[in-house]
């Protein structure tokens, strides 16, 4: 209280000055210590002998012990707000990887609705929308026996008609980008996305409103749960790859765009509009949100496209490969002392029967950002099992007519990444992933009453000039028939997206 009544104290100083200062007055004020004598006199002063007794001796392990308790509990009230905590879905942060079986795709378990159900999304950095199967006319087979990976329950289907907290997005919503197709205001607002990159690929359906489950990093004891309000797609039906079976419990776009999880969460007042994932070497990885990284983090800068940030694209002064693109492929060839292949018609014309070992024999590729950052790829390379028995080994780098390149899961490996959309840029550190997320399993509980988030924001709320959603157009991802996105490099002086798909 002692602080208090400093703070308002100086208010009032402040104030006179102002006012006082064309007579040419100074005023001042003097702050007292908590624990000093003199407000230890003014104290009992106030209140009699009895409270001089509970002051502490100065430099006393009960001074110190004191002083230390009210840090933490400014520490606490600062650090215990929502808009500072870490959050990751409530079955777990970890995101989870199947290779070809899910078209080479990372997904996590989230669950949504009331009652909650339960969806293996994939993970997608080039567009904005979450969306799931639902009350479909045409989607990806849900069985799990269909699919040669190793699941422990089917996939599922959502159906707003079953969830107590789902609502329509009205057309006439500024969430709603696709209104020019409705007949009226207030009917559901519909959706298409295509994914330009995956060859007559796309999602349809209308937008819902529903919660999402979350919980907070930290022991068990002191886990919060969450249900969020977020704005998904009921995916009725999906075409080319998406029907085919490349993510068919649905898609979590985690762009920079008004719609995306990530924004939703910050608009709500739960976290820092931010995010980050970590991959290991064996694929597996993990994702949280409201992560800003750590203090010794690098970091560069956003850029806009065409004035406004709707993907995560980044400038890159130069790189170093060892030699430029002709002639790094030329060593690397004479290095891999293996059979050369290619593989899909082409797409990958380095590709080796090699061992483990020979592995250490390829250069590491280094890109250079602003104020000297370095971001250094060092195993620029994917392996593929051969339907002969053997594995290959493919170098994951290509030419491009495009102005720009794209930076994948495989070269983000071994790398904490932060996607830091309120700071407009990305930050990297070495990691082996352990130390991003407490990642055993949650089991989720219903949820209490009071532990509900703001309301989903209203169109007023909504608004970012600077960070628009993806336009479909853009929300294009790589082709499923690689292992990985590659890093394209055409010249010195490149722009390097990551916009596509985090594989």
């Not at 808009?83 to 990751?88: A, G, T, V, Y």
């Not at 290095?335 to 250069?363: K, T, V």
């Amino acid at each position: 209280m002692e602080c208090d009544r400093v703070a308002v104290l100086v208010v009032v100083v402040l104030l006179c000055c102002q006012f006082e200062a064309s007579a040419g007055l100074t005023f001042s004020s003097k702050l007292i210590h908590r624990f000093s004598d003199e407000a230890k006199s003014l104290s009992i002063s106030r209140k009699g002998n009895a409270s001089g007794d509970l002051w502490p001796e100065r430099n006393s392990f009960e001074y110190f012990q004191l002083l230390l308790g009210n840090d933490l509990k400014r520490q606490r009230m600062k650090l215990g707000s929502q808009k500072n905590q870490l959050l990751f879905p409530s079955q777990g942060s970890q995101a989870l990887f199947f290779g070809n079986e899910l078209d080479w795709l990372h997904y996590t378990w989230i669950d949504i609705g009331t009652p909650n159900v339960s969806f293996l999304v994939a993970l997608d950095a080039g567009s904005d929308l979450l969306w799931v199967p639902c009350d479909c006319i045409q989607c990806a087979p849900l069985s799990a026996s269909y699919y040669n990976i190793s699941l422990d329950r089917d996939l599922s289907e959502y159906s707003p008609s079953l969830s107590s907290t789902s609502r329509h997005l009205p057309c006439d919503h500024q969430l709603c980008e696709w209104s020019s197709n409705c007949k009226s205001p207030k009917d559901p607002c519909p959706y298409i996305f295509n994914y330009d990159d995956f060859e007559n690929t796309s999602s349809a359906g209308f937008l819902v409103e529903d919660k999402l489950y979350l919980a907070s990093v930290g022991d068990r004891t002191a886990r919060k749960m969450f249900q969020a309000p977020v704005v998904l797609g009921c995916g009725r039906k999906q075409s080319g790859s998406y029907f085919d079976g490349a993510a068919p419990d649905g898609v979590m776009g985690l762009g920079p765009g008004d719609i995306s999880v990530p924004s939703l969460l910050a608009k709500a007042g739960l976290i820092q509009n931010c995010f980050s994932l970590c991959f290991e070497e064996n694929d597996s990885g993990r994702i949280l949100f409201g992560d800003t990284g750590h203090a010794s983090q690098q970091s560069t800068p956003f850029l806009p496209i065409q004035g406004s940030y709707v993907a995560y694209c980044v400038g890159v002064e130069s790189y170093c490969v060892v030699k430029v693109y002709n002639e790094l492929v030329s060593e690397f060839d004479k290095q891999m002392n293996a059979q050369r292949f290619s593989l899909q018609e082409g797409l990958w014309d380095y590709c080796y029967n090699a061992s483990s070992q020979e592995l250490h024999n390829i250069p590491a590729i280094q890109l250079k950002f602003p104020r000297n950052q370095d971001f250094v790829v060092h195993n620029p390379t994917f392996s593929v099992s051969h339907h002969q028995g053997f594995t290959m080994y493919c170098l994951s780098l290509q030419p491009t007519d495009d102005s720009y390149g794209i930076i994948g899961q495989n070269f983000m490996t071994g790398y904490h990444m932060v996607f830091d959309i309120e700071n407009l840029k990305l930050g990297w550190s070495n990691s082996s992933c352990q130390d991003t997320s407490d990642s055993a399993d949650v089991h989720l509980a219903p949820p209490p009453n009071d532990k509900s988030p703001n309301p989903l924001p209203t169109n007023e709320q909504q608004s970012i000039p600077r960070a628009p959603s993806v336009a479909p157009a853009i929300a294009g991802r790589t082709s499923s028939e690689s292992s990985t996105a590659s890093l394209l490099i055409p010249f010195p002086h490149l722009m390097i997206s990551l916009l596509l798909l985090l594989r």
